[in-house]
């Protein structure tokens, strides 16, 4: 077993006859099972993880854990998965916690009981620009977005108007 500067742990199987038969790469260390859970349960059924996965695994989260868990447990996950893939500048706080209270408020106010129900209600959800609606792009882009919760700046969500 060896593990790389990425933290990625790789361990070669065996085949009856002793002959190396695939190599697989372990899930980062320290990551959630119940994200893990999540994610295997996601991509039962995409090819690739893309955003459309992304929203499927924070509705799953949300429905599992509540929204405020939810919050930490994607939040934790997609940085460990990114650090995993050797692009830790990817992850950014402020857009994980965005897109889980976004889908939390829908899925609520929707009761959607399924994801088709939810994306089908709420179309913009699919639309990766949709926190452009809240956000200038270059506060996402500040070092405190990346590591830390901003407030919308252009439109409050929401469940903040009174």
Do not use: C
């Not at 989260?61 to 994607?74: D, E, F, K, S």
């Not at 699919?126 to 882009?141: I, P, W």
């Amino acid at each position: 077993m060896t593990t790389d500067h990425t933290d990625r742990t790789e361990h070669t199987d065996t085949d009856r006859t002793g002959h190396d038969d695939r190599t697989r790469t372990e899930p980062p260390l320290g990551r959630d099972p119940v994200f893990d859970e999540l994610m295997a349960d996601v991509m039962a059924y995409a090819e690739h993880f893309g955003h459309r996965e992304h929203i499927r695994l924070t509705w799953l989260a949300v429905h599992r854990v509540g929204m405020p868990a939810a919050i930490g447990l994607i939040s934790e996950g997609i940085r460990h998965t990114a650090r995993y893939a050797g692009a830790p500048q990817k992850y950014n706080a402020t857009v994980s916690r965005a897109w889980v209270e976004l889908v939390a408020h829908h899925a609520a106010e929707e009761g959607s009981r399924t994801f088709p129900d939810l994306v089908g209600r709420n179309p913009g959800l699919l639309d990766k620009r949709l926190l452009g609606r809240f956000y200038r792009s270059t506060t996402l882009a500040r070092p405190e977005a990346r590591t830390g919760w901003l407030e919308p700046d252009l439109a409050p969500f929401p469940w903040t108007q009174g």
